[in-house]
Nanobody
Framework: EVQLQASGGGLVQAGGSLRLSCLVS????????IGWFRQVPGKEREGVAA????????LYVDSVKGRFTISSDNAKNTVYLQMKSLKPEDTAVYFC??????????????????????WGQGTLVTVSS
């Protein structure tokens, strides 16, 4: 059974930092890309960052470039999202998901929730102003 467990959310002031973790079981990080997505009530889920261990691909959406860093520890089957310089607009429920490796390649244009097969529960990030 494939499971993805996201954790690390919380309340932080603007300018602060948080690190989210996604513990993966039932599949190999060498075979899948792991993406982080976020969703605000009433809005569509949007991609934030993705990583593919098979070829080292990483991508970030423009709104988080330079502030967020995605990394993986395959020995621990865990993918991290280090978030710095947080802004109130980063407030959302953050989800991690597993999908095809090509979705982590920016030029593929496939970093969409519909491309991802397995999803974890969300973790809430609240950034106060």
């Amino acid at each position: 059974e494939v499971q993805l467990q996201a954790s690390g959310g919380g309340l932080v002031q603007a300018g602060g930092s948080l690190r989210l973790s996604c513990l993966v079981s039932g599949l190999s990080l060498d075979d899948y890309a792991i993406g982080w997505f976020r969703q605000v009530p009433g809005k569509e889920r949007e991609g934030v960052a993705a990583i593919s261990s098979s070829d080292g691909s990483r991508l970030y959406v423009d709104s988080v470039k330079g502030r967020f860093t995605i990394s993986s520890d395959n020995a621990k089957n865990t993918v991290y999202l280090q978030m710095k310089s947080l802004k109130p607009e980063d407030t959302a429920v953050y989800f991690c998901a597993a999908g095809p490796p090509y979705t982590a390649v920016a030029s593929s244009g496939t970093f969409w929730p519909v491309e991802y097969d397995y999803w974890g529960q969300g973790t809430l990030v609240t950034v106060s102003s």
